[in-house]
């Protein structure tokens, strides 16, 4: 049900839009230290002149490209400016699903220097908008523009992001050590940790040629997708590799720019041997799948899902299904079990925007008890929104206005609402069974919620379910690209 372009690409592709950017160069002689003193290695560490363009692929089907550039801002040698854009295309369903973000940012050129200002640009599937802003003594200051709509100004904490974190593999190469940073996240603003590692040189197969590379490796806190770049000897960068699915490769401006029409639903779906039974839509339900492509650090047992190991890789994940407890529930406002994460508003959550605070009230009323409350939210978007596979929204007040949207659409504005009644609830990524018009039996990529409300329970507002049946298989949480590497990966060879 969700798009890739914000459960994949663009979380995927968080670690090259303002972030330390993955593209490493194969470091040449060291400047002299007076230079050294004076500019940060960013700008020592060699790159080619104008920018590089990737096109980016999806299990080798191309769905976008890349450019990026570090330089000095033109006619100042105190400032540094790092332009990061993607433009990425994609058919979902019968809708065809496209999306610009690009983004600008300016820097101290000194060592550690300071990010003093950023333009971020989103245009396109998921709605219009810009950010402009400006480190000031307190923190950061953020002015958001939508059309039709009145500025908004957002005052921000105060960033540790450095003009090394504009490119931390090249870095990290050109001093042949650890670099660890963070990095202002583009998408919902928020500071992450960033560490980079540069490897030895290493042989690799590059359009059936062996050649000697250099490589790096980037890990994000927020992404937790190791993102590793091959570099040549002479210095052109010639992939970057995003788990074993998404690559980003480099290519001339033109041909980067030219795409594939690429079916994301088709492309991405988990084929089953069989249909799963019908054991698996009751309530309580449950199901069993043998899989194989599950990295051990998936296999985790929660109250939905438990897992064996078995011989050749394989493991068996038993998915179950049952309403929260009665003796568990809790009255509303809830503390956060986890710290108050859940409960938290942000740029793309808004709970603590009026009109949506104001229709939580509206839909809970005096509703004390958390679940009956939860229900009800969960309920109204179900029935409200209009399902519609490609019109998007990044931003949950967005979707409030548009009343429409798919998987993703409907998760926010849920999750949005429950925070805003004071019930701990978070986004959950994973796969859920259905049967398409060809017949086929699979699991599709999507997302729903999971609520505290004495203990934790998951809902669907999508499919207007109240608990989430045995057909949803959960892998990961609030949009992270921790997933990507199971995209095309994972495999089930036996349902029971």
Known sequence: ???????LLLPLCASLLGAPLALAKTPSAPAPKAARASVSDVLLAPRPKGGEYLGVYLMDKKVGYLF???????????????????HFKVQVGTRLSERIHREERIYEAKPGGRLLSFTIEQKGDGGDQKLEGTATAEGLRVV??????????????????TVEDADQARVAIFRKSRVEGSAL????????EMITVAEPVEERLIGGVKVKVGKATTLSEKEQVPTSAYVAEDGRLLEVEFGQTMTARAEPEKVAKRLDLVEVFGLT???LPRALPEKARTLPGKVTLVMTGLPE?????????????LEDGRVRVTLSAAPPREKSLKPRPLEDPEGGENLASSIIVESDNKEIRALAEQLVGKEKDAYRAAKRIVSWVATTLQK??????????DVLRQRKGDCTEHSLLAVSLLRAAGIPARRVDGVVYMVNQDGVPALYWHEWVEVWVGEWTQMDPTFNQLVADATHFGVG???NAEITPLIGQLKVVEVK
């Open 185 to 192: 996240d583009g998408t919902d603003l928020g500071t992450y």
């Open 477 to 479: 949480l609030e949009g």
């Open 297 to 309: 650090r998936f296999q985790q047992d929660t109250y939905r899902q438990t897992y064996q190991r």
């Open 1 to 7: 049900m969700n798009r890739l372009h914000r459960a």
């Open 269 to 271: 779906r988990v084929v």
């Open 388 to 397: 519609d596979y490609g019109a998007s929204a990044d931003r949950a007040t």
């Open 68 to 86: 990026a550039d570090v330089a000095y801002v033109p006619g100042r040698k105190d400032r540094v400016r790092s332009i990061n854009a993607l």
């Open 144 to 161: 958001r523009k939508r059309p039709g709509l009145k500025d908004e100004v957002l005052n921000l904490p105060p960033t540790t992001e």
